[in-house]
C-alpha cells in the first residue's frame, strides 16, 4: 500500500507555515482495497476500519475516532516501530513519559482522561517520578532540535499509538483481547504438516475420549439426577413449603428479610445449603463473608482475594480490564507483592506471559488453581471451625407461619336506605367472628321473627358467647326446629353475602338487625337522615380465613315467598360499618 507506483496515492498536508507529504485520504485507501482484492466497498471499508482499529493507519483530523471514513478525511500510514505486530510491551513508564512530555509542551492543558491518567500514574510512581519527568524533559529538547515537519509527524505517530494502546473512555478498543487469536508475523508459515506417528497417537486419544464422553449409563445419570433432588428438594419452593411462608401468596416480606444478601444471622436452611459443596458458599455473599473471617485467622485470606479479583476483572468493564490486571499482578503475583499467593511455577508462567496482552480470561489459570486449592483444603477445614459452628448454632430456625388476613377494596353502590330497629348487637367482649347460624337468625325477616312477652325480639337457640350469661338468667324455651331449619336454608342459599355477616365482624360496632346503621354501644338509637342515592363508592372488608368461610350451595327448600327477603339478596354493600335497610319499615 506504500509502493510510489502500485500503493495508495499520497497528497500533502497543508498546515499554516509548511506542508507535510504522505497523506492518503479515506476514499483513496477504500478504492484501492477493493481493487487489488476484488471485493466491494462495503467489505472494503470494512477491512480498512480493523487496519485503524489495530493502529496501522492512523486519522489526522479526528484522532479519537479509530474508524475509516470514505471520504477526503486524511489519514497516514504508522511507523512500522509503533505497529502492534512488534509486541512491544505496554508500560506504564512509557506512558507516564508521554504524558509528562504533553504536559510541558501543552503547558498543563491536557485532556480531561489524561489529567485523571497523570494523577493516577503519579500516585502509583511517586517513588520515582523524578526519573520520568527528567526522561520527559530530555524527548522534549529533542524533539524541538527536528525540522517541524518531522516533529508534527512523530507527534502524531506517538500519539496514535497511546490512542490505540490506551483509549479514552467510552471508546471501543481492539486490544481488548489482546494479540493471540492473531497470525504472529514473526513465525515462519509451515507448508507441509508432516504427520508423524505421535500425530496419529494423538488422534486416536482424541477420538476415543469423544467415543467415550455421551456413553454414560442411563441408571448413572438417573441416580445422580435422584440425589441432586433429594439433597435440594426442601430448599425449592416449588418442591417445598416456603418457610415461614410465600410472600408471593401471603404478602408477608419475612422470607425477604430473612434471606437478605448481607443479613447479619442468617437463616439454617441457608447455612445447611453451604455444606452441599464449596460453589455453594461462594455464591452467597453471607457464606462468602463468613469463609472470609476463617480465612484471615488462618493468615490465608489473600486466597480469596485473589478469586473475588480474578471473577471482577472477568465481569467488569472492558475499558478498565488493563489496568485491573495490571493492579491484580502487581497485588498478588509480582515478586514481593503484598499480598502474594502460593501458585506452582508453570501456572505462574502462563499468567505473566498472558498479562503482556491482558483479556478477561488471561487469569483463568491461576484462578482455577487457587480454587481448587481453597476447595479441597479450607473448605473442608472451614465446615469444622468453630467460625462455622458459631454461624450455625446463632442460625435462625424458620417455622410456617399462617397467612395474614389483607385488606380488599371493592366498588359498589349505595341504595336508599331507611331507620331500622337495633337487632344482633355484638359486644367487645364477644367473637371477631360470630357463629354462622346465628348471624343467619339474626339476618331472619322481621315478618318471620318471634317477639317475646317484652315486645323484643326472641334469642336465638344458639346464642353467642356474649348471649350465654345472659340465656342462664331468662330461661327461654328453645326455638322451634322449623324456624332453625329455615334460617340454615337461607343461610346456604345466601352464603356470606347477607350484610350482617360482613358488619358483624368487627368488634367495635353493634349492627342493626335487618342491615340497618352501626350504633355505638350504650347510645340511644340516633335518627336516620333523609335517604339518598350514591354511587360508585368505596367498599372495604376483611378478608375472612378460609376456615370461617363458607359458600352458598344450592339448596332443595322452597325459596322464601317473603317480598323483603327476595329483595335482600340484591343489596349491594357499602362498608363494615354501613349496611343496606329495607325501603319498607320492619318490627
Request: aromatic share 10%; glycine share 6%; net charge positive.
Amino acid at each position: 500500500m506504500q509502493d510510489p507506483k502500485t500503493g495508495v496515492k499520497s497528497q500533502t498536508q497543508r498546515l499554516v507555515i509548511t506542508t507535510i507529504p504522505h497523506a492518503i485520504t479515506g476514499e483513496d485507501i477504500v478504492a484501492w482495497i477493493a481493487n487489488r482484492f476484488k471485493i466491494d466497498a462495503t467489505e472494503a471499508r470494512a477491512m480498512g476500519t480493523m487496519m485503524v482499529a489495530f493502529g496501522y493507519i492512523y486519522p489526522l483530523q479526528d484522532h479519537k475516532r479509530l474508524m475509516l471514513k470514505p471520504d477526503t478525511s486524511l489519514y497516514r500510514f504508522q511507523t512500522p516501530y509503533f505497529w502492534p505486530a512488534q509486541q512491544w510491551p505496554v508500560e506504564d513508564t512509557d506512558y507516564a513519559i508521554y504524558l509528562a512530555k504533553r504536559n510541558i509542551r501543552k503547558k498543563g492543558m491536557l485532556e480531561l482522561y489524561e489529567q485523571e491518567q497523570y494523577n493516577n500514574l503519579y500516585k502509583w510512581m511517586n517513588h520515582k517520578w523524578d526519573f520520568i519527568v527528567m526522561q520527559a524533559k530530555e524527548q522534549y529538547r529533542a524533539g524541538k532540535e527536528r525540522k517541524k515537519p518531522d516533529r508534527v509527524v512523530f507527534d502524531c505517530q506517538e500519539r496514535a499509538y497511546w490512542v490505540v494502546h490506551r483509549p479514552p473512555p467510552g471508546t471501543v478498543s481492539a486490544m481488548d483481547y489482546g494479540h493471540d487469536r492473531m497470525v504472529d508475523p514473526n513465525m515462519e508459515e509451515v507448508k507441509v504438516c508432516k504427520k508423524t506417528p505421535d500425530y496419529y497417537r494423538r488422534i486416536i486419544m482424541f477420538t476415543q475420549q469423544c467415543i467415550m464422553r455421551p456413553r454414560v449409563k442411563s441408571s448413572v445419570s438417573i441416580g445422580a439426577l435422584v440425589k441432586y433432588t433429594i439433597t435440594y428438594k426442601e430448599h425449592d419452593p416449588f418442591l417445598h413449603a416456603c418457610l415461614p411462608s410465600n410472600p408471593w401468596l401471603t404478602d408477608d416480606v419475612t422470607y425477604w428479610t430473612l434471606n437478605m444478601p448481607n443479613v447479619e444471622i442468617p437463616t439454617k436452611m441457608r447455612v445447611e445449603r453451604w455444606t452441599f459443596s464449596f460453589g455453594e458458599l461462594l455464591m452467597d455473599p453471607r457464606g462468602r463473608a463468613d469463609f472470609r473471617l476463617f480465612l484471615k485467622k488462618e493468615f490465608s485470606g489473600e486466597n480469596l482475594a485473589f478469586w473475588e479479583a480474578c471473577e471482577d476483572l472477568k465481569w467488569g468493564a472492558a475499558e478498565t480490564m488493563k489496568e485491573k490486571a495490571q493492579q491484580i499482578y502487581k497485588t498478588f503475583l509480582a515478586r514481593g507483592a503484598p499480598r502474594w499467593i502460593n501458585i506452582d511455577g508453570k501456572t505462574m508462567d502462563i499468567t505473566v506471559k498472558g498479562l503482556a496482552h491482558p483479556h478477561r480470561y488471561v487469569l483463568d489459570a491461576a484462578q482455577t488453581h487457587i480454587y481448587m486449592l481453597m476447595k479441597k483444603d479450607s473448605f473442608g477445614r472451614y465446615l469444622k471451625s468453630p467460625v462455622f459452628k458459631e454461624t450455625q448454632k446463632k442460625a435462625i430456625l424458620c417455622r410456617f407461619t399462617a397467612p395474614v388476613p389483607h385488606l380488599a377494596v371493592y366498588t359498589g353502590i349505595c341504595e336508599a336506605q331507611s331507620t331500622a330497629s337495633p337487632g344482633f348487637m355484638t359486644l367487645p367482649n364477644s367473637a371477631a367472628c360470630p357463629s354462622p347460624i346465628s348471624v343467619a337468625i339474626d339476618s331472619t325477616p322481621a315478618s318471620e321473627r318471634r317477639f317475646d312477652g317484652n315486645g323484643g325480639p326472641s334469642s336465638s337457640h344458639f346464642p353467642s358467647i356474649a348471649e350465654a350469661s345472659v340465656s342462664e338468667e331468662e330461661n327461654q324455651p328453645p326455638a322451634p326446629k322449623s324456624r332453625m331449619a329455615l334460617s340454615l336454608s337461607r343461610l346456604l342459599r345466601r352464603g356470606c353475602n347477607a350484610p350482617s355477616v360482613f358488619a358483624s365482624l368487627s368488634p367495635k360496632c353493634a349492627v342493626a338487625s335487618g342491615g340497618g346503621k352501626v350504633q355505638p354501644l350504650g347510645v340511644e338509637p340516633l335518627a336516620q337522615p333523609q335517604p339518598r342515592r350514591i354511587a360508585n363508592f368505596f367498599q372495604i372488608k376483611v378478608d375472612i380465613p378460609p376456615e370461617c368461610r363458607i359458600y352458598p350451595i344450592d339448596s332443595e327448600d322452597e325459596e322464601d315467598d317473603s317480598p323483603d327477603t327476595a329483595r335482600g339478596g340484591v343489596k349491594e354493600i357499602i362498608c363494615p360499618w354501613e349496611t343496606v335497610t329495607k325501603q319498607e319499615g320492619t318490627g
